[in-house]
């Protein structure tokens, strides 16, 4: 069975601080997709990044940065000199390819305040 | 760029009422999703389609219903509501037959029934 945790529920931090969201997953498949996407207090989910399971290279895209370790079934997620406009609730979520579907299996989400 | 559409934003409806929440995807997108989110909790994956047919099934109830149209939008059916009902739900698309699996959320739509 998939299974995504992400351990902080919340996390305050002052602007400008480096910030980094864990998120630990469990899956019997080989091949999967993690992803992250961001829901500001409007609601809205936004799709950060996919990343699937046989391209551990990290990424760099402006201030996010991603770390995905397969041994210890980890995707990280880092946001280096954060932002107020960074205040959000952060979701990790798994993809599996069973049958063709892809439905995402979501973390419950670690709560991000960035003080200003 | 063209993004998910969902109508309406707001619902608000009372205990036994039925609701009709509507999912314009993405253009060339094939696959549709519905995902339900209660009051802090994460997305719920309730149902999906691909190319019309039903892709696969979560914990979607059985007074709830889904289908996708020909143009590819698509439909959730929600009846007999209950106060637990009360959600945002959301639809997702993604192109699956040109291998892009993220899939690209809609704004919601808030459901509240009293």
């Known amino acids: 069975a998939q299974k995504v945790t992400q351990a902080q529920t919340e996390i305050s931090v002052v602007e400008k601080e480096d910030v980094t969201l864990d998120c630990v997953y469990e899956t019997r498949d080989t091949t999967y997709y993690l992803f992250w996407y961001k829901q500001p207090p409007s609601g809205e989910l936004v799709f950060l990044i996919r990343r699937n399971s046989f391209d551990e290279q990290n990424e760099i895209s402006g201030r996010y940065s991603w770390n995905f370790q397969k041994s210890t079934s980890s995707f990280n997620f880092t946001i280096t000199a954060s932002q107020v406009v960074d205040s959000a609730v952060y979701f990790c979520?798994?993809?599996?390819?069973?049958?063709?579907?892809?439905?995402?299996?979501f973390g419950t989400g670690t709560r991000l305040t960035v003080i200003p | 760029a063209a993004g998910v559409i969902q109508s309406p934003r707001h619902l608000i409806k009372e205990k036994r009422e039925t609701a009709t929440l509507k999912c314009y995807p993405i253009p060339r997108h094939d696959t549709v999703y519905w995902y339900q989110q209660g009051p802090g909790q994460d997305p719920q994956f309730l149902i999906s389609f691909y190319e019309k047919m039903q892709s696969d099934k979560g914990s979607i109830p059985d007074r709830f219903s889904a289908q996708q149209f020909s143009d590819y939008h698509s439909e959730l059916n929600m009846s007999s509501l209950e106060l637990g009902d009360s959600a945002l739900y959301f639809c997702a698309s993604s192109s699956r037959d040109r291998g892009q699996y993220e899939q690209y959320f809609g704004p919601g739509t808030r459901l509240t029934v009293t």
């Open positions: 979520a798994l993809s599996d390819t069973v049958a063709g579907a892809n439905n995402l299996f």
